[in-house]
């Protein structure tokens, strides 16, 4: 398989975590007769100061020419004071948009060798924690009209939340075919006890699982979905919701992980073509001195396989030789534990390196 990659180290961490993400994707191509080319594009800071925008026309159109794109991170101090529409964050908003993707997946993986980091009780966590967020990205309530009324000499504020039967089914879908892709459990997230658009949400729901019998679909309200999240996550296989549920709820799956820096996700629209990334920022703090956690960034690599270019084996290649170096006790200064007993610090590049090492063919 040929397939060219659009890649945005970004600022920060950014350069230093991506390097390590395609010396990890060469060897895969190496191991299983792949051809990826990489095609740079400038994004976030470094374009401000390079083009004196975030992401110029050009840089996002080759973007759209590629199959799909990796980014490391963008943003940092030096350019806090730019103008709003300059930010290098803005960049990646027009990056979503451009892409049009309005799908975000976000694993919640807990590696048992990580256990003690989760904050959760070790019984529960000892069950296992691997699910798959997907959040509708572009519709809902941070999209509807927002407005402050006076009303009766006070303010009212109004807050729009409305999704269209087609926009449910676009993310359904992506929920289908990710459960499709994994244990083939999809829970439906919603507040149909209370809300117009939960409703309308669950039934297109219901019409979609007639195109799926492979998968097996349920509701759950997602006051009790919070919940389960903390009491059993070992549950859920892929939970589909809408976009301020997904932000919550994606939030509150990171957290019972223990790392940051651990967490890939990915954004996809409609087509094959996706947007992925670690979760973290661009770690301006600990930028240059190679000691940041490369896992989340490769990881996103490894889901840019399965989900894009629909290579299961080649990605879980690389969640193997992440769970094997592990095993080995190596671990970035972020994931030592205190006493770091048992463990060897390694930076950025060498963790790469062991990541390398430990990749075998399926
Ligand atoms: P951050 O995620 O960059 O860092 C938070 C903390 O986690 C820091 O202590 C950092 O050192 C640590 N950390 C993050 N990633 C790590 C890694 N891979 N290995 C080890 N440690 C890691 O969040 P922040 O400090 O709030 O933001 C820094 C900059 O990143 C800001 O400019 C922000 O706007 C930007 N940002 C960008 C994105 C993105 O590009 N998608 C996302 C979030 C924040």
Request: with cysteine; hydrophobic share 40%; charged share 25%.
């Amino acid at each position: 398989m040929t397939r060219n990659i659009a890649v945005i180290r970004g600022d920060g961490i950014g350069p230093e975590i991506v390097e390590q993400a395609l010396r990890v994707l060469d060897r895969v191509a190496e191991l299983y007769g792949h051809t990826f080319t990489y095609t740079d594009v400038d994004m976030g800071g470094n374009a401000i100061d390079k083009w004196g925008d975030p992401l110029p026309q050009e840089m996002l159109d080759k973007c759209l020419a590629s199959d799909s794109v990796l980014l490391g991170a963008v943003g940092g101090p030096k350019w806090n004071e730019v103008p709003g529409p300059m930010r290098p964050e803005k960049g990646l908003l027009r990056l979503r948009a451009g892409m049009g993707v309005y799908s975000n997946n976000r694993p919640a993986k807990i590696w048992p060798q990580l256990s003690s980091a989760s904050p959760l009780k070790q019984e529960i966590v000892d069950k296992g924690i691997d699910f798959l967020i997907v959040r509708e990205l572009i519709g809902g309530i941070y999209f509807g009209k927002h407005e402050t009324v006076t009303e009766d000499g006070e303010a009212v504020a109004i807050d729009e939340l409305r999704y269209s039967e087609s926009e449910i089914r676009r993310i359904g879908r992506i929920g289908f075919e990710s459960a499709r892709k994994r244990r083939g459990k999809l829970c439906s997230v919603e507040k149909s006890n209370v809300l117009d658009s939960s409703r309308l949400w669950k039934k297109v729901m219901h019409q979609l699982a007639a195109e799926y019998p492979d998968v097996e679909l349920s509701d759950m309200l997602v006051d009790n979905c919070a919940m389960q999240i903390v009491k059993d996550p070992s549950q859920f296989d892929v939970i589909v919701t809408e976009n301020m549920f997904g932000d919550i709820l994606s939030d509150e799956a990171s957290m019972i992980t223990g790392s940051i820096g651990m967490i890939p996700s990915s954004s996809l629209g409609a087509g094959s073509r996706g947007l992925y990334e670690p979760i973290h920022g661009s770690a301006p703090d600990i930028a240059g001195l190679d000691i940041a956690n490369p896992i989340g960034t490769i990881l996103a690599a490894a889901m840019m396989l399965r989900y894009s270019f629909d290579l299961p084996q080649e990605a879980d290649c690389i969640e193997s030789a992440v769970s094997a170096v592990l095993d080995g006790g190596f671990r970035t200064a972020d994931i030592l534990p205190k006493d770091a007993a048992g463990c060897t610090k390694v930076g950025c590049k060498a963790m790469g390196s062991l990541i390398i090492e430990n990749l075998r063919k399926g």
